[in-house]
């Protein structure tokens, strides 16, 4: 008999259950039909402690501000490019 095959999605939620709803390892790993040893090793492996969340929190907010000042500032180099272009082609 082979072993069943969870996805990350699958664990990550087994461990919110955990962690953030307040349900215990024993209660959860009977409900889902999985072994509490398994569920505290993804425990383990995807859970983060709340400063490491914090700051992963915080680079994404900085990852989001810069994909729009990137954005803001290629949208004025391509009309810059344009207008070079229209008034170049203007003073031949």
């Known amino acids: 008999m082979s072993k069943p095959n969870f996805t990350d999605e699958f664990k990550i939620d087994a461990v919110k259950q955990v962690t953030e709803r307040g349900y215990s390892v024993a209660e ?3 409900r889902l039909g999985v072994s509490t040893h398994s569920l505290y090793q993804w425990r383990k492996r995807f859970s983060k402690p709340l400063a490491v969340a ?3 929190t915080e ?3 900085e990852i989001r501000r810069l994909k729009k000042e990137l954005a803001r ?4 180099r391509d009309i810059l490019k344009k ?8 003073a031949k």
């Open 28 to 30: 959860v790993s009977r």
């Open 54 to 56: 914090q700051e992963f």
């Open 59 to 61: 680079q994404s907010a």
């Open 73 to 76: 500032v290629t949208e004025e």
């Open 83 to 90: 207008a070079t272009a229209f008034f170049a082609k203007d």
